[in-house]
């Protein structure tokens, strides 16, 4: 805060501020910003901390509006940051875009700034632009959980696998979503051919998600030959799969490799529904 211009007693009712809101007395505190407000008008960081304190309490509109007074008097890479995320909260991703990366003009090393684009841009499926902004979030914070989560996506995306395992390694002892890391490092392993790994970190993935048994179960029992040839795109393998259920031809090993196919892409209830159709059916067939 640049407090040689703001007024003393301004800078006081602003501290106090902060000191009800750490206590959980937003509306008192919603009180003092203004106070310091109309003391000194042109306290941009109360009007910043006063949109905080709308956008926390739930009040939208507000905060967008306190948000835009502020910027009426600087151009604050913080408060173009603040604003973007209330559009972001509300799905509005497009105008979003456009305050991140206002925020960056402004501040061209902003980290909060560059990962807010990257998310925007990933939520709008534009993944080769959102990689651009999280490498740069990841070179200044190599454990930057989030990034890292959403990178290992793009580049699993492209099959990169050996990319998406350097994001995981990355953030193996931090990351709170162990399913998602066991997961994603069993599959990469498993398209690289290091098949014992994959069966290792789906057995990880599987002790919280019971339907990865069928397919750590699949792995265990491919013969080398087929091994060899099982790496490939899992949407291809999935069209192939369908083709031969079409025709009736599926076996069960067919089934159980589909089905865990479809749980990956998250698509379970498939998944359920192939299952429970191939028992009915072969239950038919012996009675």
Known sequence: MNSNSVPTEAVSIYNKALEKTNRGDFDSALSEYQRAIKMYPYFV????????????????DMAISTYNQALDIEKNYKILLNLGVEYYNSG???KALVYFLDSIKQKKNFQEGNYYTGLALYNMKKFSEAEKYLLKVIAADRMHIKANYMLSHIYYEKKEYKKVINCLESIWNIADDKTFINKYYGFCCYHLGRYDDAVKYLNEAMNLHPEYKKFRSYLEGLTYENRSREIGDIDSAIAQLEEAMMTDSLKLRDVTKLSMLYIFKGENLK???IVTEYKKNYAACKN
């Open 271 to 273: 998944a359920e529904k």
């Open 92 to 94: 509005n991703y497009q």
């Open 45 to 60: 960081e109360a009007y910043n901390n006063l949109g905080e304190l709308y956008s926390l309490m739930g009040h939208r």
